[in-house]
């Protein structure tokens, strides 16, 4: 597959038709990719009244491959992906400037050098289990990794503690 990790790529069709984002995972037996800020939906997960609260996490889907094109980091434009042959192997290059173009990870290693600015942190693996107070607790807090990144709010209880 062309489009790696910590590419940034540009969406061509779809309800997020011109959306711009790193690509956080690629699912390679699905011919899917997971991209920052594209994609997510909202998912209400059900408290059981006495450990767990009731949630909305918002969860990033994946898109298809099709769907996205490289951003070049040489030219900055959309483009096709080709390779060449090179004395390490398969290097991946640019169609429209014919420049070389480095995995996403590389790129972002060497822009965090240059900047020390902090990146924001993915969590990424493990599904969320209902009903665990542990693993709310965990993924309130942020030391929970769960399947997409996620954020938590808090959801109204519309019922009193006394009733049941």
Not at 26 to 35: A, E, H, I, N, R
Not at 48 to 65: C, F, G, L, M, T
Not at 85 to 109: F, L, T
Request: proline residues 3%.
């Amino acid at each position: 597959m062309k489009v790696r990790v910590g590419d940034k790529v540009k969406v061509l069709y779809g309800k997020n038709r011109g959306k711009t984002g790193n690509v956080l995972r690629v699912l390679k037996s699905k011919g899917m990719v997971v991209v920052e800020d594209v994609n997510v939906y909202k998912k209400h997960i059900k408290g059981n009244n006495r450990d767990v609260e009731s949630q909305i996490a918002e969860i990033i889907k994946p898109v298809a491959v099709s769907k996205v094109m490289v951003i070049c980091p040489n030219c900055e434009k959309p483009t096709r992906i080709g390779f060449k042959a090179d004395k390490d192997g398969k290097v991946r290059i640019c169609k429209k400037c014919n420049k070389e173009i480095e995995s996403g990870a590389e790129v972002k290693s060497e822009k965090s050098d240059k900047k020390s600015k902090k990146a924001p942190k993915v969590k990424v693996a493990g599904d969320i289990d209902k009903g665990d107070e542990k693993q709310v607790d965990d993924l309130k807090k942020g030391t929970k990794k769960v399947k997409g990144p996620v954020k938590v709010e808090k959801a109204q209880s519309y019922r009193k503690q006394g009733d049941m």
